[in-house]
DNA sequence: TGGGATTTGTTCGTATGTATT
DNA sequence: GAATACATACGAACAAATCCC
């Protein structure tokens, strides 16, 4: 459960978990309304904690929110999908600086444990699992850090990244995934920070160049975008 | 005003964007406490708006908030202070590459325009307001990515790096920024992004290092600490 | 240790604004 | 184009937890 503070308010939490895990699964797709008192009724909570709950999840960037409109799914472009990753590449470069070298023996059995559970979902073929399981693995490492900052970043992009490979990638796309963390575990026990942060960064460029192929030709998805193409002049209002 | 989508909900993001400022600037200390009600009053709103703005600057990271405790503006520790700038340092690095050769001579000028209102606010001795231009200018940089993502971990980076060096610097400690922005601004104009990087790299890192001195003994600031100093086993509960 | 004052957690009713038929 | 349905915005009040003396 990345990204949430277990040590929470309320059910305001536990609402805001499940929200978050059913959006990053995709269970949740992209653009559907998020209307409070209909998930309230949902998980037998008031809408006051509905809302707390949204606003959550709006300050993690996973749910978007207007004036007097009912929240949504974040729809993520291709731009923001790239923009989220090289973030995400420069803070794991971060974490990984710091963590090389100074991993303890129970530390880096955790880390293996959870490839273990990794490799376990991958084989049983649970395509949304693996996607979230890599995104903890990541999320793993920020917290041997011990930097509050640096977790809840990399918590934060983790999640919005799970929910970006959901929706771009291909089948498979995660398959190699389980090695690689393997090799990234092995670079991290040395002392050697260059070599694993150049790791780190070929790792997470190939998730990336797996999962994010440009699409061929742009598809507009509105009637906006698809009447700019045609517009006169190239205004963008 | 960063950190403020101007775009906002209703009266909740004001009276964030006022807490805001009044915490970056250090009118209200870190460790204050926030009670809804009173802020309610003090600003002629009910407690449901505050609720809603103190969520959002927990979101920001600019203050604390436990269950059935009333809020308070984060202490960072010099730990969190050092988290955050190479945080920021990592993230500025990505806009500095994103913008080398791109900006349009318009963009300079805004630049410009902006270093300016740095050199008065130095020259007028205001040194809160010096910081809060400072920080200012880098989320103006961060704007002309056109990166949602971006702009928007810039912004709050730049929120707390304000707080921390309205904490931790010594008088006179941004003297120096107004010359090194100028620069930054001649070699973002160039095409060369290697050298714009270092070159925001070692802005950055001169601005932590003329302000995140180490303090020479560290210093509790409360009887916990005290006495853990006095406790006959390293135990932390 | 205990009790009262303060403060948050929560619900629900009403007002206001948006979308749709 | 107007009326209706729907969803959020906001506030007042009650219950529970915490803090302070």
């Given at each position: 459960?990345?990204?949430?503070?277990?040590?929470?308010?309320?059910?305001?939490?536990?609402?805001?978990?499940?929200?978050?895990?059913?959006?990053?699964?995709?269970?949740?797709?992209?653009?559907?309304?998020?209307?409070?008192?209909l998930i309230?009724?949902?998980?037998?909570?008031?809408?006051?904690?509905?809302?707390?709950?949204?606003?959550?999840?709006?300050?993690?960037?996973?749910?978007?929110?207007?004036?007097?409109?009912?929240?949504?799914?974040?729809?993520?472009?291709?731009?923001?999908?790239?923009?989220?990753?090289?973030?995400?590449?420069?803070?794991?470069?971060?974490?990984?600086?710091?963590?090389?070298?100074?991993?303890?023996?129970?530390?880096?059995?955790?880390?293996?444990?959870?490839?273990?559970?990794?490799?376990?979902?991958?084989?049983?073929?649970?395509?949304?699992?693996?996607?979230?399981l890599a995104?903890?693995?990541?999320?793993?490492?920020?917290?041997?850090?011990?930097?509050?900052?640096?977790?809840?970043?990399?918590?934060?992009?983790?999640?919005?990244?799970?929910?970006?490979?959901?929706?771009?990638?291909?089948?498979?796309?995660?398959?190699?995934?389980?090695?690689?963390?393997?090799?990234?575990?092995?670079?991290?026990?040395?002392?050697?920070?260059?070599?694993?942060?150049?790791?780190?960064?070929?790792?997470?460029?190939?998730?990336?160049?797996?999962?994010?192929?440009?699409?061929?030709?742009?598809?507009?998805?509105?009637?906006?975008?698809?009447?700019?193409?045609?517009?006169?002049?190239?205004?963008?209002?």
């Amino acid at each position: 459960m990345p990204g949430a503070p277990s040590h929470s308010t309320n059910r305001t939490a536990a609402i805001a978990d499940a929200l978050r895990n059913a959006i990053i699964e995709r269970a949740i797709s992209p653009g559907t309304r998020l209307p409070e008192d209909l998930i309230g009724k949902q998980f037998g909570v008031s809408r006051t904690i509905v809302r707390a709950a949204i606003a959550q999840l709006v300050s993690e960037g996973l749910v978007d929110q207007r004036p007097n409109r009912s929240a949504t799914v974040i729809k993520p472009s291709w731009e923001d999908a790239n923009d989220t990753f090289d973030l995400r590449i420069a803070v794991e470069d971060l974490v990984v600086s710091r963590l090389a070298g100074t991993l303890t023996p129970d530390q880096v059995q955790v880390l293996r444990d959870h490839v273990e559970l990794e490799e376990q979902a991958r084989k049983a073929g649970d395509e949304p699992k693996s996607i979230r399981l890599a995104g903890e693995f990541h999320s793993l490492l920020a917290e041997m850090t011990d930097s509050p900052i640096l977790i809840r970043y990399m918590r934060e992009l983790a999640s919005r990244c799970c929910l970006i490979l959901s929706l771009f990638s291909r089948p498979h796309s995660s398959d190699c995934a389980v090695a690689e963390h393997r090799e990234l575990i092995d670079l991290l026990e040395s002392n050697d920070v260059e070599i694993a942060r150049r790791a780190m960064n070929h790792h997470l460029s190939a998730v990336v160049n797996r999962a994010l192929i440009k699409p061929a030709a742009k598809k507009p998805d509105s009637i906006a975008d698809i009447l700019a193409i045609y517009a006169p002049t190239a205004g963008d209002a």
